[in-house]
Structures are given as structure tokens and as C-alpha cells.
């Protein structure tokens, strides 16, 4: 029995049975933002325990990268050859020469489709599996937000116990952006609440200076003399009238976290990317991509659940203009270099099968080139990549049409990417609800698991 016959049998909560077993007062009666399922959530047999997301900001061309069309007129298939790769009948771009070699671990999806042609809203929709209620850059994020399969994954883990010092969910080594002005919503903890925002860097993890504030005791602290502390200040608090406020509430919370995570020294440490000798950090590359990559694995390794490594600063891959110097001499190297080595760090280390590798970006570029040799926003059709986690390599999944603009063969959602994701790591996304600001239960996902990489 595969994965997704599991996960079927596991519970046979619809929505409608779902309202029906919870009613108002069991979904008050377990907090904020959660509805749980009557059966356990996750299945014993899934192979990932984690996620690292490689979310490439901007959105890179497909065509040029995972999708070439080397029949298409010149004005369409631009200027890179094709080449072979480990799987006989599967053909990338010259750019990829690593993945060319490890073609056996991935699985493209050259079938990806949404509505979205702006930045924010096209990055909101393929990390939330929903559309944004605009077509926009110019937006931010609210508590109104749905949640993306980030703060989802860290939700999930929280409400099954989890302790680790370490961040359940971590975004590296900046948000999801435009111009970082305009952060992208969703991914932070949005209808959820505070308590699932990520941990997000918010500094460069290559430089040569780099450390995390705050993790550790300040200089002089001992762990006797922070506790003592910490004990007072509980006794303070017992002797004074309690604030009944949601702030108050979300004070305390922080509060504790914090404590937390500054005497267990753990997070600390994975964060300490000076443990790691000067051949696997050059072996990622020297570079913000490179550096936040290997500190992805630091932190699955330590019990992360979900790792965003954000290939940006901000849109980077928004070639509108000179997309083919770009890519080949600016954007796809580092990438590739981070991601190649991320595989075969994990790989090496026992972790690939535990760990799903995510490989997308906002939506893809327009197959014509533009006056300027570049091509534009584009979500009519698009690639994503995965790898690890149980996911069988080796093979494409989806076809798009002759230019690469829409699907012509088994068409793809980013809902469908989002269930594909929950099923690696044993979630029925259908059948376990979040609860919305409005007291709406909502499933993880509204897509289907796409059942030629799980079934």
C-alpha cells in the first residue's frame, strides 16, 4: 500500500464531517488557530521529517533552465543548448550541468500554473498553495493572512509536541521580498498568530563576522545565576495582578521562548557555521546562497522542520532585461553550486531520504524575448523541482506546450505542489484543519498529491 492509500485510510474527515465532529465549543477549547483531527496526524511510514525550501526570489525562466524548447524559433528558445543528463530521454540546459549529473534524484514538474503576474502576490500564491485576494507587489502582510506550508510545517510540529531549541521554521538569509519594502504575506504566522512566525536571519550568513544575537548568555551570565533570575521574575509576576490581554498573553510567550532557547545553548550552536570545516563551506560556495544552504542542513539536522533558503536579496532572478549574461554569468552559478552541494551533503550524511528538497520561484518568464533580451513575468505555465523526502527521482511530471506558455499535459497547482509536500511527510493536507480568523476550519491544502512522486 503506497503512501497516499495510507494517508486516505488514516481518517475519513471530510470538511462537512469535520464541522460536524469538532462544533464551536471543541474547536474554542483547543486555542488559537487550531482544529484538530480525531485520528493521528501524520503517518508512521513517511519517509521526510523535514523540508528545505529553495525559493529562488524574482522568478527564473523555466525555459532557459528545466524546460528548453531547442525546437522552438530563436525568439522563444533563446540562446542555450540542451544537454543529456544521468536519466536517458530527460534534457536540461547547459547552465545545469550538477543537476545534469544527479538528474536521478529530481523530479521536475514542467506543468506549474497559476494567475498571478506580480512579485508578492506570485510569491504568496506558490508558498501558500492559495491565491492572494490581489494581483499586486505593492502589498504586506496582516494576521489575515493564510499561512504557507512553512508556517504550516512548524505548526504542525508545535501542536505534536515539538521542544527543540532549535526554530521548528527558519528563513534564511532574508524574507520573501520586493525590494524589501513589500514583504511578502504568508509567511509568517499570519491567521495562525505570532507564535508561528518564523525565525528569519536577517544578515548574511557569509560574512565573515556572522553570528546570531542573542542565543546564547550574555558575557559574565552563568546558567545559575540566568535562572535565579528568571525565578524572580516569576515571583514577581505572581504578586501582581495578571493583564488579561492578548499582548500580555503574547509577552509571556516570547518571554519564555527566549529563556528557552538562551540556556539550552543548542540554537546557538546550529547557527555556528565556524564548526564547519573550510572544505564543506567552500564546497557550498562563499556566498550568501552557498552559506545559507549549508546552514539549512545544520538545522534539519538539529530538528528543524522547515528551512527557506531565499536565493535572492529580494526579486534577483526578475530578468526583464539581459536575461541570458545574467543567468550565465551572475545567477545560475552560485545556485547551482549551493544546490548540487546541498544534495550531495545530504545524501553523505543520511539525510536525503529524511529531507524534501524544494526547488521553485514566483512563477516563470514569458517564453518570447523581449526588446531588451529579456523575458518578463509569466505564471501561465512554470517548473518546480523536488528531490529527497521519499520523492521518486528520475523523472518529469507534466508537459508544457510547444513555447513553454501553458500546459498541455496534466496540468499542476501550486494547491497540488502544497499536498504533494504534506503527503511526503505523512499529512492527509485534506483532512487536518487549521482554524481561520473567522472561525472557519481550513484544510492544509485544497490540491490534490500529485501521486507519480508519493503514490
Known sequence: MGILEQLQNETDLTRRGALCAMGGGALAAMGPGLARAATPLRSITAKARSVILIFNGGAPSHLDLWDPKPDAPEEIRGIFKTIKTAVPGIRITELLPRMAKRMDKLAIVRSVHHEHTSHNSGMYWSTVGRPYRINSTLINPSSTDYPCFGTLAGWLALREGYKGAVPPYVITPRPHCDSFKYLTPGQFGGCLGVGFDPFVLNTDPNAADFKVRNLTLAEGMSAA?????????????ESTRKVASPQAAKFDMFNKKAAFIVRSGEAAEAFNLTKEPAKVRERYGRHPWGQSHLLARRLIERGSRFVTTNNG????WDTHKDNFNRLKNTLVPPMEQAYAALLDDLQERGLLDGTLVIWMGDFGRTPKINKDTGRDHWPGCYSVVLAGGGIRGGQVVGKSDATGAYPA????????IHATVFAALGYNSQNIFYRYV???????????PIIELIG
Open 438 to 448: 473567522d472561525d472557519r476550519p481550513v484544510p492544509l491544502s485544497t490540491g490534490k
Open 225 to 237: 545565576r540566568f535562572g535565579g533570575r528568571l525565578r524572580l521574575l516569576g515571583n514577581l509576576a
Open 313 to 316: 536579496p529580494s526579486i534577483t
Open 409 to 416: 499535459e496534466r496540468p499542476v497547482t501550486p494547491a497540488d
